[in-house]
């Protein structure tokens, strides 16, 4: 079983800054994808950004409201995923999720990497709130 711990979220202006980490508690060997997802008050859960474990394989997927402000990245030796969130707006008020998957790779195909059924760890969420 993998646990997922995540942190970093906060209350902060329009146009402020924040980083989110999710580290994984049990580290498998396995090609995995690990990536954020976000989910605001009456509204489904969507995806973020999500990337490939291994090596240059794969290219991160963002979606379009995260493209140009958001970075996701990764630590292997920590087994830890970050999304660095800069110009945040308003509407990125969210619970912020990271997911992670190992026992397919969601992440190599455009048609599921947003797909939340085909990640099966989740975090418990942090919470991201950004005033006007």
């Known amino acids: 079983q993998v646990h997922l711990v995540e942190s970093g979220g906060g209350s902060v202006q329009a146009g402020g800054s924040l980083t989110l980490s999710c580290a994984a508690s049990e580290f498998s060997d396995s090609e995995r994808c690990m990536g954020w997802f976000r989910q605001a008050p009456g509204r489904e859960r969507e995806a973020v950004a999500v990337?490939?474990?291994?090596?240059?394989?794969?290219?991160?997927y963002y979606s379009d409201s995260a493209k140009g402000r958001f970075t996701i990245s990764r630590d292997n030796t920590k087994n830890t995923v970050y999304l660095q969130m800069n110009s945040l707006k308003p509407e990125d008020t969210a619970m912020y999720y990271c997911a992670y998957e190992f026992e397919s790779t969601p992440c190599l195909f455009d048609s599921k990497w947003a797909r939340y059924a085909e990640y099966h760890y989740w975090g418990q969420g942090t919470q991201v709130t950004v005033s006007s």
């Open positions: 990337m490939y474990s291994e090596g240059e394989g794969g290219v991160p």
